[in-house]
C-alpha cells in the first residue's frame, strides 16, 4: 500500500500562504536543502489542487516535477498540461487518493492547496503530516487545511529536527480509517 504524505511549510501561526496568497515570507538557508531531496525521491506521484498548479505555472517556462506522474484537480475544462506528465482531472479527490493507495509504487505527495489537503484529511486519506515551521508570525492568511473542519484527530510523532534558519521539521502519522466507498 503505498502512503500518502502532506508535505509543506508553514509560519508559527499556521498558514501557508499570507493574506494575498503569497509565500515570499519563506525564507531559509540557500546551502541547506532539508531533507527534500530525499523525500522528492521517495515520491512517485504528486497531487496538486488547481490554484497550486496555477502558481506553478506562474513563476516560469520550467515545469519542477516533469519527472512525476502529476495529477492536477480542477472544475476548470480549459486548465492546460504543463508537461506529459501532467494529468488534469475533474474526479473526486479523495476516490482518487484511495484508489492509488491500493496500488504499488512510491510515495503519494500530497503538494498543496490547503483544500484539497482538508478534503482529504476530511476523508481520513492522509498517512503522514511533514511540516516545516517557519520562525514568523502572519497573523492571518490561508490555514494550512484551509476551511476545512475535522474533528479530533490524534497524531502520532514520528520525528523532529531543527534546521538553520531557526526552521523546524514535525513529523506525524495519522490513524488510518476503513473506507468502503472507492
Given at each position: ?22 509565500t ?26 488547481r ?50 493507495q ?61 534546521w ?19
Open positions: 500500500m503505498r502512503r500518502s504524505i502532506y508535505y509543506f511549510t508553514t509560519s508559527l501561526d499556521g498558514y501557508i500562504a499570507d493574506a494575498q496568497g503569497g515570499s515570507w519563506l525564507a531559509g538557508d540557500p546551502a541547506t536543502d532539508y531533507g527534500y531531496e530525499d523525500f522528492y525521491q521517495s515520491v512517485e506521484t504528486i497531487l496538486l489542487g490554484r497550486t498548479y496555477e502558481q506553478m505555472l506562474e513563476m516560469g517556462d520550467f515545469f519542477p516535477y516533469a519527472d512525476k506522474e502529476v495529477i492536477v484537480f480542477s472544475s476548470n475544462p480549459h486548465l492546460k498540461s504543463a508537461a506529459e506528465c501532467v494529468q488534469i482531472t475533474q474526479a473526486d479527490p479523495a476516490q482518487v487518493l484511495a484508489r492509488l491500493l496500488g504499488e509504487g512510491g510515495d503519494i505527495w500530497i503538494g498543496g492547496g490547503a483544500k484539497l489537503a482538508g478534503s482529504l484529511l476530511k476523508a481520513g486519506l492522509i498517512d503522514e503530516l511533514h511540516v516545516f515551521i517557519q520562525p514568523i508570525l502572519l497573523g492571518s492568511g490561508l490555514p494550512f487545511f484551509g476551511d476545512a473542519e475535522s474533528a479530533l484527530r490524534p497524531l502520532e510523532w514520528t520525528h523532529s529536527q531543527d538553520p534558519g531557526g526552521i523546524t521539521e514535525l513529523r506525524y502519522k495519522l490513524p488510518k480509517r476503513w473506507r468502503a466507498d472507492i
